[in-house]
């Protein structure tokens, strides 16, 4: 069987970590040696489970590409990198003829997209990757285009907590109000309430101190006018393997793509619960 080569960006941070991690226990797979990083990053090697991984810096990418390519073969990219490297990173894998998944949120995400439609590779795009989440996402999606304004006349309040070296607010959470407002509740984005402090998650969100470095717990309240009804939806998750999970998935889903000869295409998530469940 020949295995699927993957080199993950954005080691040693540590979702990028967890899915090499997983990448390496799946028989399936090859984890390739190097690993994009972050300007911020001094050091030049990472190891993982016995592995070292060699770790370039941006301005040393566009050397090390035709080194890798030349010596791992054929492979494709996983991207938890930073909000900021988005566009540029997908802008680099496209140049270089890199199929990708990213899973890294933020960036300008209409720019996003034109980048993949215009090259020459198919790419998988999620702001979350876990399949269960994702799945709830396409029932929310469902019900607010078949049952516009539901909900017209109640309030939302939406809460999510992520450990404290995220960035950006979370694109779940972006996600989720999009239907809402389908459902007939104005609400935006600046409007969720994002909280990052590791004592205020211990202390009044009550989440357990081992996953103060690694979670997800988000809460969407609606509430009617005259206040006699309530609504709750909540989906938290501590640690990272659901994600890496379902990462994995959509690599092998990436790599059905390309074997079928797709370009210039942009897939989620939805797509890759839709044929792998």
């Not at 997983?22 to 090859?30: A, G, N, R, T």
């Not at 990472?46 to 941006?58: A, G, H, K």
């Not at 609400?187 to 997800?216: A, C």
């Amino acid at each position: 069987m020949n295995r699927m080569k993957i080199m993950v960006n954005g080691i040693p941070g540590n979702m990028a970590v967890n899915v090499a991690k997983h990448v390496l226990d799946d028989e399936k797979f090859e984890l390739i040696s190097y690993s994009f990083t972050g300007p911020e990053i001094a050091e030049t090697q990472y190891v993982i489970d016995s592995l070292s991984i060699t770790l370039i810096q941006p301005e040393k990418r566009n050397q090390a590409i035709t080194e890798i390519v030349d010596t791992g073969g054929f492979f494709v990219s996983v991207d938890y990198t930073h909000p900021l490297a988005v566009n540029g990173n997908a802008e680099f894998y496209c140049k270089h003829n890199l199929p990708f998944v990213m899973g890294t949120t933020g960036g300008d995400r209409k720019l996003l997209e034109d980048t993949i439609k215009k090259s020459s590779i198919p790419a998988v795009v999620a702001p979350n990757m876990a399949k269960q989440i994702v799945g709830f996402q396409a029932m929310m999606e469902y019900g607010a285009k078949s049952f516009p304004d539901l909900f017209k006349g109640y309030s939302l309040q939406v809460k999510e907590s992520h450990q404290k070296g995220k960035a950006d607010t979370s694109g779940t959470a972006k996600a989720m109000i999009r239907y809402f407002n389908e459902f007939g509740m104005p609400f935006n984005e600046e409007e969720i309430i994002m909280e990052r402090d590791p004592e205020t998650q211990k202390v009044k969100w009550g989440i357990s101190e081992e996953y103060l470095s690694g979670h997800g717990w988000h809460t969407y309240t609606l509430i009617s006018e005259d206040q006699t009804v309530r609504f709750e939806f909540t989906h938290n998750v501590n640690g990272r393997d659901i994600y890496a999970k379902g990462t994995l998935d959509a690599i092998s889903y990436l790599y059905k793509r390309i074997e079928e000869g797709a370009k210039g295409r942009m897939f989620t998530m939805i797509d890759v619960l839709k044929e792998l469940g």
